[in-house]
């Protein structure tokens, strides 16, 4: 039984997991889009927008939050001064996922996962 079990494990150990969605986050903030399977673009679609939420809030706590999470100075200092000004009248929904199809090798879905506006 699955009961409340939230989230896909994707057939990887947790700190793999965790590692993957704290890289792929911290893409969509630094690059805008990026192309990757489906169920990587779901996954990394909640910690994209908690994280710009975080930035909307724009306090101390929140960026020392940010930090912990992406580990990458820049990204949170793009995700603090660009994103969250551009985001800021906005009630939620900050990214999009288009599909582009099958990936050859293995029919995977693949998607571009991008942020709005």
Do not use: C, W
């Amino acid at each position: 039984m699955r009961h409340r079990i939230r989230g896909r494990q994707l057939s990887r150990p947790t700190d793999h997991r965790v590692a993957l969605f704290r890289n792929l986050t911290a893409d969509i903030l630094r690059h805008g889009k990026i192309k990757t399977t489906e169920a990587k673009a779901k996954e990394a679609r909640i910690f994209t927008e908690k994280m710009i939420t975080l930035g909307k809030r724009g306090d101390l706590h929140a960026r020392r939050q940010a930090i912990s999470f992406l580990r990458d100075v820049a990204v949170v200092d793009k995700l603090f001064h660009e994103l969250a000004p551009r985001f800021a009248e906005r009630p939620g929904g900050y990214t999009r996922i288009t599909h582009l199809g099958n990936r050859f090798g293995d029919a995977a879905p693949v998607v571009e996962i991008g942020l709005v506006e």
